[in-house]
């Protein structure tokens, strides 16, 4: 077992993406950013002592107090506190917790949807592929944002307020998912279109394996290195869009607040003085972006072959 462990370890090191990351100062970094933020947000009650959701342990006597560098702030609340005494770090932690959540999920769903319409047009061909690529077409006219608040908008309709309130993360999750598999199927599709045509696929198909196996056992394998390069950015994307969708007041509910809802509640406050209740989260959702876009240009300049 132990030396299974130590060649494991003795691959992954000699590896050329390990060593283009240890190479790479932007990934370390990003790689570094991310692992604190998902730590933090994930076991966000080991990092700080305030559950911003709890009406017992809140005060409105330290509503409005600035961060702890400024002349009226107090030590225990290092980026102050909101208009109901919540702690700013503590409801970061928990919102970011919430936003990940809604963006890796609709990545998710996202990627198992094109993936699966773009292989199998790509392996199938004929009628089937032309009108799965000119539903992609069609799709990839209308930006993301807006078919997004289109799906809300559909679902807002079919549903009832309160039933749309407590399904609102499900329905937030479809909405992002179903406006960004186009670019997950255009890939998939465009990369089978190269491997079906493999001596391995049709000595596969020679020998009498059926299409699912040489699909998704066979061809999938390979054509992962863009997929998981498109669904990094794409996580960026998501998350974006869901604080665009809450900022706009149709994501989450205000009760289970993400980073979009924090910064459409700190806006109202923004002109009147207490400008960290916004200034934090936006920034924030800045960083996190940022890092996921730096992580996934690093993984598209290593895992694309033509760029090495």
Known sequence: MGNKKITWLNRVKNSDIYYSFIKSPTAIVSTFILILIFFCSFFVEFVTPYNPFDPSSLSLMDAFTPPSWTEDGLAKFVLGTDGQGRDMLATILYG??????????????????????????????????????????????VPSILMALLVDGIARGIISRELHDEMAIYVLIFAIGISEWPQFARVSRAATLVEKNKDYVSAS????????????????????????????????????????????????????????????????????????????????????????????????????????
């Not at 919430?98 to 009628?127: E, R």
């Not at 592929?129 to 006219?141: F, G, H």
């Not at 990094?232 to 989450?252: C, D, K, P, Q, W």
């Open 96 to 141: 970011s917790r919430i936003s990940l959540i809604v963006g890796f999920s609709a990545v998710i769903f996202a990627l198992v949807l094109g993936v699966g319409l773009g292989l199998s047009a790509g392996y199938f061909g004929g009628k089937y592929e032309m009108i799965v690529m000119r539903l992609t077409d069609v799709q990839l006219t």
């Open 205 to 308: 198909t020679i020998i009498g394996v059926s299409n699912l196996i040489i699909m998704f056992k066979h061809i999938l394998p390979n054509i992962l290195r863009p997929i998981l390069v498109i669904g990094t950015i794409g996580l960026a994307l998501a998350i974006i869009a869901e604080a665009t969708l809450s900022f706009l007041g149709v994501g989450v509910p205000p009760t289970t607040p993400s980073l979009g809802t924090l910064i459409r509640l700190g806006n109202d406050f923004l002109f009147s003085g207490e400008w960290w209740i916004t200034f934090f989260p936006a920034i924030f959702l800045v960083i996190l972006a940022f890092s996921i876009n730096l992580l996934g240009d690093w993984m598209r300049d290593t895992l694309n072959p033509k760029l090495n």
